[in-house]
């Protein structure tokens, strides 16, 4: 039985080894408290990324330290593999990272990373299952293999590990668990996902990644190299319009999932899905000229969301979907 524990514990060290990840992600000598790993997550969330913290205002506060952990998972999650330039050593640590996301279900009580102790408690009481952070893992070890995308379906499926599975953790934070609305959150997270696969086409470039389905290049007589060499020709506009315009109908597609959840969750949900609405709209002020300069939401548009957002959740009162069990 000594023998057992001992293996396991040497098996849980061996686990959460992040050797060679950003300093500030290394796993701490000693286990901190719950609240000292969610002021940890709570500062990665509100100082990595301002779209997020802004978002999380609107949420009731005792749902918010859910989010975050679930946000530092995410954050610590694309960094190991975006952040770290040899390929090999990304794939490690992601590998890594997911024996740490299996030790938080399987003996908690071994886990060292602020991520994962703060974790701990939303997965308990929201009943998240693993498979959603595994899928997100998916995700960032594809983009480490897989370089370029041929169709417009291989993109939607990337999006089903990129995007979707933090929708649905969204709503099961929130008490919905029915798949009829999360039918509907994949909508709004995939269209937000290729919305910003086609905003950073230049960027994505010099990593270098191509999310531009081939297919569309082809129809449209768009040659390649033409994103790394910044060429920007009619085709190369109609083949971004129509990319646009199909991702703003997925956006469409998911806007009913607003009328079925609480108000302090709806304008959390109308804030992205607009935001996502607004960064094809810059994309086609500029003409469809990705290749000029990365399109942007301008501050004015941030502040007209923000106040549309707050008179959202200052009106409230709206009823609601009730929620499924």
Request: contains cysteine.
């Amino acid at each position: 039985m000594t023998g057992q524990a001992e293996l396991t514990q040497r098996d849980a060290s061996a686990s959460d080894s992040l050797v060679g990840a950003p300093p500030e992600y290394l796993t701490p000598e000693e286990r901190p408290t719950l609240d000292e790993a969610r002021a940890w997550c709570h500062q990665l969330a509100t100082t990595h990324y301002e779209n997020f913290h802004v978002a999380t205002f609107f949420l009731p506060k005792r749902v918010r330290p859910h989010f975050e952990s679930v946000y530092a998972f995410c954050r610590v999650s694309d960094d190991l593999g975006d952040e770290v330039a040899d390929t090999n050593t990304a794939l490690r640590l992601l590998e890594t990272w997911g024996l740490m996301l299996d030790e938080c279900y399987d003996a908690p009580a071994n886990s060292r990373h602020p991520v994962f102790v703060a974790l701990r408690p939303t997965i308990e009481a929201c009943n998240l299952p693993r498979g959603l952070f595994h899928d997100l893992l998916r995700a960032f070890i594809q983009d480490q293999i897989k370089t370029h995308y041929g169709t417009w379906d291989e993109a939607v499926e990337y999006s089903r590990y990129s995007a979707n599975p933090v929708g649905r953790l969204v709503l099961m934070i929130c008490g919905y668990r029915d798949e009829r609305r999360a039918l509907l959150s994949d909508k709004i997270c995939t269209g937000l996902q290729l919305a910003n696969f086609w905003q950073d086409a230049v960027r994505d470039s010099e990593i270098p990644r191509r999310y531009i389905p081939a297919e569309y290049m082809e129809r449209f007589g768009v040659a390649e190299g033409q994103i790394e060499g910044r060429v920007f020709t009619p085709e190369f506009g109609a083949m971004t319009r129509a990319l646009v315009d199909r991702t703003r109908d997925m956006l469409h597609e998911g806007a009913p999932l607003s009328h079925m959840v609480d108000d302090e969750l709806r304008v959390t949900i109308d804030l992205f899905r607009k935001g996502g609405e607004a960064i094809l709209d810059g994309i086609a002020t500029q003409d469809y000229d990705v290749l000029r300069g990365r399109p942007v939401v301008t501050r004015r548009k941030k502040f007209m969301l923000l106040l549309g957002a707050l008179l959202g959740k200052l009106r409230g009162g709206r009823p609601s979907g009730a929620r499924a069990a």
